[in-house]
């Protein structure tokens, strides 16, 4: 029997961060305002830190033909691929700001941000570090997103 497990941290509140992360967390948290999420009313923010100290923000922005839509995620990592193709990323932060329910615990990114993400660190020849949480309450640190994405499907699959 194999078993696939992964060490993770949860904090109760933003306290415990370096004051990197919290301030990372903190832009991501403030950029969930701009999105665009007509449909769902669900705003996410992303901001993604650069080894150069640059930090580049994203958001979900969404479109009436519903698939068609981006992701705050693959929005952020795609400006920053964009605007800085060489630089190495450390971190993404996530939040979201939701119009019904609660706006207190760290939500996880879809399936196909964490494919996108996977890629990321792939071409970054590193992993990043993913800083998830609400508006408010739980923290959640993860070292990679390849602990979301167990046996993923990578470039070397395709030979
Ligand atoms: N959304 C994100 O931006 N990131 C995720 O990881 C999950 C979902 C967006 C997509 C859509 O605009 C809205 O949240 C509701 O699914």
Same mark, same amino acid.
């Given at each position: ?11 109760? $509140? ?14 991501? &948290? ?29 958001? $979900? ?52 941000? &964490? ?45």
């Amino acid at each position: 029997m194999a078993i696939f497990k992964f060490d993770y941290i949860e904090l109760d $509140n933003d306290k415990g961060l370096t004051s990197s992360d919290y301030h990372l967390l903190s832009e991501a &948290r403030r950029i969930t305002e701009g999105a665009y999420a007509p449909y769902s009313n669900f705003k996410v923010g992303a901001a993604v830190l650069l080894k150069n100290g640059e930090i580049v923000l994203g958001v $979900n922005i969404e479109n009436a033909s519903y698939p068609v839509g981006i992701c705050a995620e693959r929005s952020a990592l795609s400006s920053a691929i964009s605007q800085f193709p060489e630089e190495e990323i450390e971190a993404i932060a996530i939040s979201y700001l939701a119009s019904k329910g609660e706006n207190d615990k760290p939500a996880f990114p879809c399936g196909m941000c &964490r494919q996108f993400i996977s890629e990321c660190e792939d071409k970054n020849q590193k992993p990043i570090r993913l800083i998830l949480a609400a508006q408010n309450g739980k923290v959640i640190l993860l070292e990679t997103s390849k602990n979301l994405l167990p046996f993923s499907f990578t470039g070397a699959d395709l030979g």
